[in-house]
């Protein structure tokens, strides 16, 4: 057995010890106790340990994007920059564009990250994740709105049985309403309900051009579609926010990961709440791509299970979850500290199908734990610990 001792010891399903020793056999926690009370424990010194971050939404595959898409005052104007540089999604990657993944990795680990929900068309993120020990779902995003049946999901079934092979938990992702066709929509909720990993994550409510499509069926999103020829005559505006759009198709769960929802109503959140489906919140890089803040506050208020992902390097400096807490805190003062800490660990570990490992340091689970270096006198840990924490003030505990 092996015991380490912090100042502040933050277990996020119970409020934080002060002085408290963490006890550890064969990597997993065995127990939290008081300093003198068992086996002599390795002084960690002054920091908070507390498990390692979750970040539910993020694209890998877009880490050799970084700096090269600048933000936007509009969305779609973003899209357009996006696609600009990429080019399609399902464009092969280049060596140096897959290598972009092992420093995007690294970064993310070495800022705490434990595990991730990576949405990715190339599923190139399978190997460069096993390889550096990063937990998570790689998430197979599909997009086609003019697609009328799941033939989609055979033609691209061996892209998931080799990262698979290579042994990476693997869903499905829908795009979102405006790229993806209700059928689709359809077959992939059918498919990912018969997987081994049955979480599904879509983007929703991320942009006002969104909202309008769905109520009006007109602006930006569809002079996009007509313009690259996929657009469908025979689709009609649904009249509705996009939660209920989901619903009414019956794609939309308790095992489903609702990414942005930055333009959501209260009524839209109430319903999420109903359903036990969780909100993934980015802040950061919903005002890079320019679709405003995040009603944070408002998440908090409806009830909904709210987690915490950075997106991609395409739109955020760094993959550093801790950013986003300090973003967060700064647009919802009022949410206690310890909601915005639990949406970054165990909140997302569960909607991720981890919260029996990971998430929390309970007794039985992973001891996969972070040490965070504190400064002089801190009064109140929690707080400190959603101000802004780099990377140099983060160790993993060995």
Not at 141 to 164: C, H, I, Q, V
Not at 174 to 179: D, E, I, K, Q
Not at 254 to 274: C, I, K, P, S
């Amino acid at each position: 057995m092996t015991a380490f001792r912090a100042a502040w010891v933050v277990p996020i399903d119970q409020p934080p010890i002060r002085d408290a020793v963490i006890d550890v056999e064969n990597g997993v926690i065995t127990g939290i106790r008081e300093p003198g009370s068992g086996s002599r424990a390795q002084d960690l010194g002054n920091v908070a340990v507390m498990p390692g971050l979750i970040n539910a939404h993020t694209h890998l595959e877009l880490s050799w994007l970084r700096d090269r898409v600048p933000p936007a005052a509009k969305f779609t104007d973003w899209v357009k920059r996006l696609f600009a540089v990429r080019g399609r999604p399902d464009k092969p990657m280049t060596a140096e564009q897959v290598a972009a993944i092992d420093g995007a990795i690294a970064e993310a680990k070495a800022a705490g990250t434990v595990a991730v929900g990576d949405i990715s068309n190339s599923l190139m993120s399978a190997a460069p994740m096993r390889k550096a020990n990063l937990d998570g779902v790689i998430f197979h995003e599909l997009l086609g709105f003019k697609e009328r049946d799941g033939s989609l999901l055979d033609a691209t079934r061996d892209m998931r049985t080799s990262a698979a092979a290579a042994g990476a938990r693997v869903s499905l992702a829908p795009h979102a309403p405006y790229s993806t066709s209700p059928e689709l929509f359809g077959a992939i909720r059918a498919a990912v309900d018969d997987s081994l990993c049955a979480i599904m994550s879509v983007h929703l409510g991320e942009s006002p051009e969104e909202i309008e499509f769905l109520e009006k069926g007109t602006g930006a999103w569809r002079a996009m579609l007509e313009f690259i020829g996929a657009w469908r005559d025979d689709w009609q505006a649904p009249q509705c926010d996009p939660v209920a759009y989901l619903d009414r198709h019956g794609v939309i769960d308790g095992r489903t990961l609702v990414v942005h929802g930055v333009q959501f109503t209260d009524r839209a959140l109430l319903r999420l709440a109903e359903i036990g489906a969780t909100l993934v919140t980015c802040p950061r890089s919903n005002q890079w791509v320019g679709v405003g803040h995040p009603p944070i506050d408002r998440f908090y208020q409806s009830g909904v299970n709210v987690a915490v992902g950075t997106d991609s390097l395409a739109s955020v400096d760094d993959l550093n979850v801790f950013s986003e807490l300090k973003a967060m805190r700064w647009l919802a003062p009022k949410v206690p500290a310890s909601q915005i800490l639990e949406s970054a660990t165990l909140t997302g570990a569960r909607a991720l199908g981890l919260g029996d490992e990971l998430g929390s340091l309970t007794p039985g689970k992973r001891a996969e734990m972070i040490a965070v270096t504190l400064p002089a006198r801190v009064d109140h840990v929690e707080e400190f610990l959603v101000s802004g924490i780099t990377p140099s003030q983060v160790q993993w505990v060995a």
